[in-house]
Each structure stands twice: as C-alpha cells, then as structure tokens.
C-alpha cells in the first residue's frame, strides 16, 4: 500500500499532534476476527497487538481499557480498583457512540468522547505494541509509553 492511501483518522491527527514515532500496518479486515487476525494478517505475536474496549460503569460513564490481544478483562477486578459497583462492555451501537470509530476500529487516540484510559500494567513491558489506527484493518507500532505519555493511561493488573 503506498503511503498516499493510508487512512489519516482522527487517530493518526492525535498521533501527529504529540509527535509520536509510529508504523503503519494495514491488514485484511475480517468481520469479528479481533486480534487473532490482525496479528496472524501482521505476522506479530497477538499478546502485542492491544485491543480498545469501550465499557461503562453502572452509571453508564463511559472508560476505554487497553488490553492485550490474547487476555480478558476482569470487569470485577477493574470495578473494585476504580471504586465502582460493575463495569460491563458497551455494545456496538454505544460504543461507536463514545468513541466515535465503529468497533474493529476503535483506537485510543482521538476519541469522540474525552473518556479514562485504563491500561494493562504488562503491557509496557512490550517493546513495540499494534493498535487501532482509527479504522477497521489498520494498526498502528507505538512504544507502549506512549500510552501513558499521550492517554495519561491509569496502570492496572485485570487481565485474564
């Protein structure tokens, strides 16, 4: 794909904005392949490709969680470190609504709505790490630090 076809979303404008180093990595979208097909599409590891989950607590406020490609979340572990009584997915129709992409291309970065970031404490570990990009088929190689530098992501240990 040459470089003038690449999506610029509001993900790469974000991106740009803060002067983040980072990799462009189409792939072939599959309808509810998550991360098993991105990272076989890729050719990377799926414990480094982070899936954006959009949830809510019982007060429908919205959160994102970054989590590794092949962990769950624990929503009963998140709901007790944030103080709250349950934390549950949002479905697709509320989640594009917050964040603003359609789910399979939810990034982080640029979201609709201004939302906390929760971020899976391993993750830094990584050295490189795959997320959305802001569109369906597309991720983009950040430091994990960036997470936090940019997101000012909250650390937390709930994955599964």
Known sequence: MSQERLPVTQAIRVLRAARVAFTDHPYA????????VSSRELGVDEHAVIK????????KRPLLVLMHGDRDVSTRQLARHIGV???????PAVANRHSGYLVGGTSP?????????YLERS??????????????????????????????????????
């Not at 009584?85 to 479905?91: D, F, G, L, Q, R």
């Not at 970065?109 to 970031?117: C, E, I, L, Q, Y």
């Open 29 to 36: 979208y599959e309808e509810h392949g998550g991360t098993a």
């Open 52 to 59: 954006t989950l959009v949830m809510e607590d019982e007060g």
């Open 85 to 91: 009584k349950t934390i549950v997915p949002c479905s």
């Open 109 to 117: 970065f640029g979201t609709r709505k201004a939302m906390p970031v």
């Open 123 to 160: 993750i830094l570990e990584l050295d490189t790490i795959y997320i959305n990009g802001g569109r369906r088929g597309y991720l983009v190689g950040i430091a994990p630090q960036v997470l936090v530098d940019v997101l000012k992501a909250n650390l937390v240990d709930v994955g599964v």
